[in-house]
């Protein structure tokens, strides 16, 4: 069987059960973004050490396909998305007791790994705000939202913790100039 079909040749793509869209439409957009949060997922993945990472953001790439396929109007069973916000919960509140303390807003960045991470928690916020303006036009289960929500928390913690990890100084912001007048 071909990758290629031609049927998206002119612009439209098939939603399950058949109908044909726009690719440009927000649902389109929604769950091609929910795909290129996988992708980013799979890189920083790829590049982990900790066994349980690893298998925990499998998880997440697994829940991602079944969070897209369920906004393209696949009908799936997202109860595993409870079920992973409170995992994500408990490995946050794991890092966060390795750190110290925020006081202040940090840049992204760091080590290789964790200014990836960061990306990726970026990318997480975008579809994040996204799939909440498709709730506008269309029903949108709202474990969808929080899961999205925690995972960017996680990647947050995780970009940090990573940096503690591998010696990487966390750059404060220092806010906005002051323009002299």
């Known amino acids: 069987m071909p990758i290629y079909t031609r049927t998206g040749d002119a612009g439209t793509t098939a939603l399950f059960g058949g109908k044909r869209v726009l690719k440009s439409e927000a649902l389109v957009d929604v769950y091609g973004s929910v795909d290129e949060l996988n992708s980013w997922v799979g890189l920083i993945t790829s590049q982990m050490k900790e066994t349980h990472l690893i298998k925990l953001f499998s998880e997440i790439q697994s829940d991602l396909f079944s969070v897209g396929g369920c906004l393209a109007g696949w009908k799936t069973e997202?109860?595993?998305?409870?079920?992973r916000v409170t995992q994500m919960e408990v490995e946050i509140?794991?890092?966060e007791k390795e750190l110290p303390?925020?006081?202040?807003f940090i840049l992204p960045g760091g080590s290789q790994l964790a200014s990836q991470i960061h990306v990726v928690r970026s990318v997480c916020r975008?579809?994040?705000r996204q799939v909440?303006?498709?709730?506008?036009?269309?029903?949108?289960?709202?474990r969808i939202i929080k899961y999205l929500n925690r995972l960017s928390d996680l990647c947050f913690m995780l970009a940090r913790f990573i940096n503690k990890n591998e010696h990487a100084?966390?750059?404060v912001w220092s806010g906005i100039p002051r323009q002299k007048k």
Do not use: G, S, W, Y
């Open 126 to 128: 975008r579809v994040e």
């Open 169 to 171: 100084e966390e750059v």
């Open 101 to 104: 303390p925020l006081t202040n």
């Open 93 to 95: 509140d794991a890092m």
């Open 132 to 142: 909440v303006a498709l709730t506008k036009t269309q029903t949108v289960d709202p």
């Open 78 to 83: 997202l109860n595993m998305l409870e079920t």
